[in-house]
Nanobody
Framework: QVQLVESGGGLVQAGGSLRLSCAASGIIFSLYDVGWYRQAPGKQRELVASVTRGGITNHADSVKGRFTISRDNAKNTVYLQMNSLKPEDTGVYSC?????????WGQGTQVTVSS
């Protein structure tokens, strides 16, 4: 049974930082491209960052320079370091594998950025 479990969300003031983790079980995470998606209230879910099997990263323009995706294959885990958070970063963050199109999803973790 494949499980992706996110952690690290919470409430933070604007300008603060959070690090999200996505731990996988039941699959060899290193064989997949992995993505972090965000769904803000009233908006469509968007892909904010992805990392390939080979470690090549891509970040959406809205988070470039502030967010960094990384992976630790030995721990079967992918991270999203989020710095300089803004209120518009508020939403539910979910990891998915493959990144596009996703087959496996985590349950999501809430990130709320207060102004």
């Amino acid at each position: 049974q494949v499980q992706l479990v996110e952690s690290g969300g919470g409430l933070v003031q604007a300008g603060g930082s959070l690090r999200l983790s996505c731990a996988a079980s039941g699959i060899i995470f290193s064989l997949y491209d992995v993505g972090w998606y965000r769904q803000a209230p009233g908006k469509q879910r968007e892909l904010v960052a992805s990392v390939t099997r080979g470690g090549i990263t891509n970040h959406a323009d809205s988070v470039k320079g502030r967010f960094t995706i990384s992976r630790d294959n030995a721990k079967n885990t992918v991270y999203l370091q989020m710095n300089s958070l803004k209120p518009e970063d508020t939403g539910v963050y979910s990891c998915a594998a493959p990144a596009r199109p996703p087959r496996y999803w985590g349950q999501g973790t809430q990130v709320t950025v207060s102004s």
